[in-house]
């Protein structure tokens, strides 16, 4: 017997919004030595990671604690950077 799974389709939908929010990545890590400003850039990594967190780590269909905790995370570490500043 394999030991292998079958994979599942993937609509072409959810591969759409992976390649937004991949493009979106890589205009945000481009864009980020442009600006210079450690409020934005701090800004932009928390855009970032939220970004990651709910598209490629699926926490956008998960419970909505982990979304709250997620989004509460990058709140408080950016609330704390600016205080920092």
Same mark, same amino acid.
């Given at each position: ?5 079958? $994979?599942? +389709?993937?609509?072409?939908? =959810?591969? *759409?919004?992976? #390649? @937004?929010?991949w #493009?979106?990545?890589v205009?945000?890590? !481009?864009? %980020?030595?442009?600006? %210079?400003? $450690?409020?934005? !850039? ?7 990671? $939220?970004? @990651? %967190?709910? &598209?490629?780590?699926? !926490? *956008?269909?998960?419970? &909505?604690? =982990? *979304? &709250?905790? !997620?989004?509460?995370? +990058?709140?408080? #570490?950016?609330?704390?950077?600016? @205080?920092a500043?």
């Open positions: 017997m394999s030991a292998s799974t079958p $994979t599942q +389709a993937v609509s072409p939908a =959810w591969t *759409r919004h992976l #390649v @937004i929010a #493009v979106l990545l205009a945000l890590t !481009l864009a %980020g030595p442009a600006l %210079g400003s $450690t409020g934005l !850039l701090l800004a932009i990594a928390g855009v970032k990671f $939220t970004l @990651i %967190g709910l &598209v490629f780590m699926e !926490l *956008r269909h998960a419970h &909505v604690l =982990w *979304r &709250v905790l !997620l989004v509460g995370f +990058a709140l408080f #570490v950016a609330a704390f950077c600016a @205080i500043l």
